[in-house]
Structures are given as structure tokens and as C-alpha cells.
């Protein structure tokens, strides 16, 4: 559904993304992870053509961004990570203004208007100006107006940033429902647990490279599944075992407070790119 | 008719912020012909007619300007800037032309209607004005031209501090010396010559000579649309570019 060739973007002398090769098939929920300037955004960026790649292509629905955009526009939804509603409109007319922008029928501009207040719970709130939301609210109208054209790709830029934990839930519940729904959707995320809990498969960026790309349990896999932690001056140290067993051995011989655990995604990506995620 | 999308969502917020408006319109105005027209005015000869006759048609072409640029200007540099409610239509299938397009008209229509308040103020004031439908047009070419240039400055300008530098090194010296508040010719030598190509004197001057009855100016109206295919070319320009 999309697929990137030698993506490659440049800011002066700065590398932000770096020959990037990467294929999401049809009906995936794909996430990117990285630490903050990774090149993730970027990436997003070019695939909706808000940034004009240094070289490379990238296909969705089999068109190219930069050749087919009139195309692509209508087979993407967009939920940037910034919040972008009109505030001087309502819910109900920044619906309206999005599906007028994509030339949809007013029967049925009306009749995915009530669908989609509905699926994001704001029926309600529909005629009052967005500037009175909160911010799962603003979040969940996003999705809505993303949603409005029935696009078959949805690019997601970390969806759930600033939230609570109820009103995150309730964004995944919305992802994974739509994914049912047969939307594909490509999303980066800086929280670990989100991509454990939505993503089939997951690509981790640093520097503006994919330096790992598969199913959770193919990375931790990759890295070892099990880890020990210990704690040696107030300096808390990971290292991670294939198997149970090795783990345990290694454990006895260490003094102090020692912890055996499952592999998160999270230790994942502190190996991987030697970071916390966020830092 | 995507240009009607866009002009529908501005319509939408103006309807709903028309009576802040019409204040706020009404303020500086009512200054300008108490303070000029009626105050300092009733010493000042013009020839013919009162200074009041003199200067309305001065002051709907600034308010004209001042309203237009400051629509589009302020409304587009805050959507792409602050709001970034900008990239819903640049990501949306529309073309650059008509999202300019729908911009530019929400803003001439507000200059309009501005310009409209200070006829009826003038009218009120007792100003002699002959309200033709050339008056009309020349006054929505000058609003249009502002409008579009308001787009451009908003789409180059990376910085709300510099809206408001552009708006008093540029906007603010015309109001005041582009044939407004006197004749332009008075000012010295080479000033007069830049200020009398400059949009703002041809409103004004077109403008005045239409209140007085007098014929089409040929000359202004061209320049007049001259600059506004200009402005709004290099307005659809700036659009292209950051698609």
C-alpha cells in the first residue's frame, strides 16, 4: 500500500532522512519509532508532499507522491501531530469545509457527518466552535475530518502526544476499530506501549536511517527476550539473554537488587539506538 | 468552484463576527472625518466643494486598502504560521488558484463593505459624493489588489512581528501620502513622482474624480488592475512555491 525507494532529504549540510527503503501492506497498522529528530516527521512530510524529497520516490496506492499528488490526496487521510482545526468553526463545519475541499456529494457529506461525529463520540459537542474542546476532543475531530473521503491510507503523526491515559484509549480504540474497517495506517509514535498495543509491525529510526524493522516479538527476538536489570550506584543497567535460563545465570552472580523481566519494546529501542525513547 | 469552499468557510467566520466588525470599522472612520473633515477641514480650501467632499473619497480608498490587506494579510499569516490550519488546503485537491482566489474575494468583500460604512458616515457628514457604479468598481479593484497583496506579504513574511513591520513601513506611509489627505503632487519633487505610481494614489485619485462626476479615469483604473493581476499572480505564486 505504500512503498518508499531511496527516500533521501537534505537541509543544507544536515542529513534528516537517509535513503530510506520500506514497503506497509494493505491493512497494516505500521509504526514508525525514533527518538526526536530521527527523521520521522520528515518522512511523513514527503509522503504528503509537504516537504519536497531531496531524491527518491514514494508510492501510495501505487501512485507516486511527487507525479500522481492529485491522486494520492484522495487516497490519504492526514492527522498531523500539531493540532490544526479551524477553531473559528464548529466540529460539525470543519467536517463540512473538509469534505467540500474533496468535492464530496452534500448527501453525502451529510451522511458521513452524522457517521463520524458518531464514531468519534462528539455528537454533542457538534455546533460548538472547537476552540471550547478539549484536547482529545480537537484529537478525535482530527480523525474524523482525516476519515471524511474514505481515504485507504491514514498517516497518523504521534496521534496520541499530550493526552490522557483515557483519552489515548479511546484514540486506540478508534485506530484499531477503523483498521478493522479495512483502513491501512502508517503512524509514528514517541510511546512505547502505543506502538506495542496498536502496531503489527513497527520500523525504528535513528539519524534519518531504519535501523530495525519487523513484528514486536521479531525485534525483542532480534535483541534477546528476556533482560536483567540491576541497579549499581543509582545507575540502573540492562542486559539482555535469549532465553530465561541465561538470564538466571547471569543474575546469581550479581549483588544488589537485581530484576528478571520480559523484554519490552522499549528496551528494544534503548539497545538499538543506545537512547531512551524521547531524549 | 473550489474557490467558493474556501470563500464559504471565510463568510461562514464573517457572518458570525459581523457586528464586531462593523464596530470596529466604524471607529477609525468616524475619527478621520471628525478630526479632518469636520474639525481642521472647515479651514482648509480645496477649490471646489468642501474638504469633506475632498477627503471622503480619501478615506474609502485607505480603509479599502487598510481592510483588505489587513484581511487576508493577518488571516493567512495566523493560518500558516500560528494555526497552521493553512495545511488543510494546501494538502487538500485544490489548485493554488483558487484557494488565492477565495482568500482574495472573503478580503475584498470586507473591503467593500468597509468602504460602504464610510460612504454612508460621509453622506452623513454631509459630503457631496456622486455614488455611481463605477465608484463602486474601482473601489473593488483597489480592495482585490489589496487582498492580494496582503496574501503575498503573508506567504513571504516568516513572522507576525514583521506582519506588523510591513504594515508601518509600507501599508501606514501610503495611507497617509498617496493622495488621502491632499493632493499628492504637493510633496517634493522625485516623493511625488514614486507616490504617484503607487496603487493607493490611483484609488484615490480615480475615486475622487468619480465623486466629483467626473469621467472614467482611464489611465488610474488600468494601473488599478494592472496591479491586481500583478498581486494576484505573485500571490498564486507563493502558494506553488511551498506546495
Redesign the interface.
Known amino acids: 500500500m505504500i512503498e518508499i525507494r531511496g527516500l533521501k532529504k537534505n537541509y543544507g549540510q544536515r542529513q534528516a532522512v537517509a535513503d530510506l527503503d520500506m514497503k506497509i501492506e494493505e491493512g497494516e497498522v505500521f509504526g514508525l519509532l525514533g527518538p526526536n529528530g530521527a527523521g520521522k516527521t520528515t518522512t511523513i512530510r514527503m509522503l ?3 516537504t519536497r524529497p531531496t531524491s527518491g520516490e514514494a508510492f501510495i496506492a501505487g501512485y507516486e507522491v511527487s507525479r500522481d499528488l ?1 491522486r494520492v ?2 487516497v490519504i487521510g ?1 492527522v ?1 501531530q ?8 464548529t466540529a460539525r ?1 470543519n467536517l463540512e ?2 469534505g ?4 464530496i456529494p452534500v448527501a453525502e457529506r451529510c451522511r458521513r457527518t452524522a457517521e463520524l461525529l458518531a464514531f468519534t463520540e462528539l455528537v454533542d459537542r457538534a455546533d460548538d466552535l472547537v476552540s471550547t474542546f478539549s484536547g482529545g476532543m480537537k484529537r478525535r475531530l482530527m480523525i474524523a475530518r482525516a476519515l471524511f473521503h474514505r481515504p485507504r491510507v491514514l498517516i497518523m503523526d504521534e496521534p496520541t502526544i499530550g493526552l490522557d491515559p483515557q483519552a489515548r484509549r479511546r484514540i486506540w480504540d478508534l485506530i484499531r476499530q477503523m483498521n478493522r474497517d479495512g483502513v491501512t495506517v502508517l503512524l509514528t509514535t514517541h510511546y512505547i506501549e502505543e506502538a506495542e498495543a496498536l502496531c503489527r509491525r513497527v520500523g525504528v529510526m535513528d539519524q534519518g536511517r531504519m535501523i530495525a524493522l519487523g513484528t514486536p516479538a521479531e525485534l525483542k527476538e532480534r535483541v534477546g527476550r528476556f533482560v536483567v536489570e540491576s541497579l549499581n550506584g543509582g545507575q540502573a543497567n540492562y542486559t539482555l539473554y535469549g532465553t530465561r535460563e541465561e538470564a538466571l545465570r547471569h543474575a546469581v552472580k550479581l549483588a544488589g537488587g537485581v530484576t528478571i523481566r520480559e523484554t519490552s519494546l522499549e528496551d528494544v529501542f534503548i539497545q538499538l539506538t543506545g537512547r531512551r525513547v524521547g531524549d | 468552484m ?1 474557490f467558493y ?1 474556501v470563500l ?2 471565510e463568510m ?2 464573517f457572518k ?1 463576527t459581523w457586528w464586531k466588525f462593523l464596530a470596529s470599522r466604524l471607529v477609525n472612520p468616524v475619527l478621520y472625518l471628525t478630526a479632518f473633515g469636520w474639525g481642521l477641514g472647515q479651514d482648509i480650501h480645496t477649490g471646489s466643494g468642501t474638504y469633506l467632499d475632498f477627503v471622503v473619497p480619501g478615506i474609502i480608498a485607505l480603509s479599502a486598502m487598510t481592510t483588505s490587506f489587513n484581511t487576508t494579510g493577518t488571516g493567512v499569516n495566523m493560518s500558516r504560521l500560528y ?3 493553512l ?8 489548485s493554488a488558484v483558487s484557494f488565492v482566489l477565495g482568500k482574495v474575494l472573503a478580503g475584498t468583500l470586507r473591503g467593500l463593505v468597509s468602504s460602504l460604512i464610510i460612504l454612508v458616515l460621509g453622506i452623513f457628514f454631509e459630503a457631496r459624493i456622486a455614488v455611481t457604479g463605477w465608484f463602486f468598481a474601482v473601489t473593488g479593484i483597489a480592495c482585490f489588489l489589496f487582498a492580494a497583496l496582503g496574501v503575498v506579504a503573508a506567504m513571504l513574511i516568516n513572522s507576525h512581528e514583521d506582519m506588523a513591520n510591513f504594515s508601518t513601513f509600507v501599508i501606514l506611509p501610503m495611507a497617509f501620502l498617496c493622495g488621502t489627505f491632499f493632493r499628492a503632487e504637493r510633496l517634493p519633487g522625485i516623493v511625488a513622482d514614486v507616490v504617484g505610481i503607487l496603487p493607493l494614489t490611483h484609488a484615490s485619485y480615480a475615486l475622487r474624480s468619480l465623486a466629483a462626476g467626473g469621467v472614467v479615469p482611464a489611465v488610474s483604473v488600468l494601473a488599478l488592475v494592472g496591479y491586481a493581476a500583478a498581486f494576484f499572480a505573485a500571490s498564486v505564486w507563493t502558494i506553488r512555491r511551498i ?1
Open positions: 504528503t508532499m509537504l492529485d490526496k484522495q492526514i498531523p500539531h493540532m490544526n482545526l479551524d477553531l473559528e468553526l463545519e469545509l473538509h467540500r475541499l474533496y468535492k | 473550489d469552499t464559504w468557510r461562514l467566520v458570525r494555526y497552521k490550519t495545511e488543510e488546503y494546501l494538502i487538500a485537491p485544490i506546495r
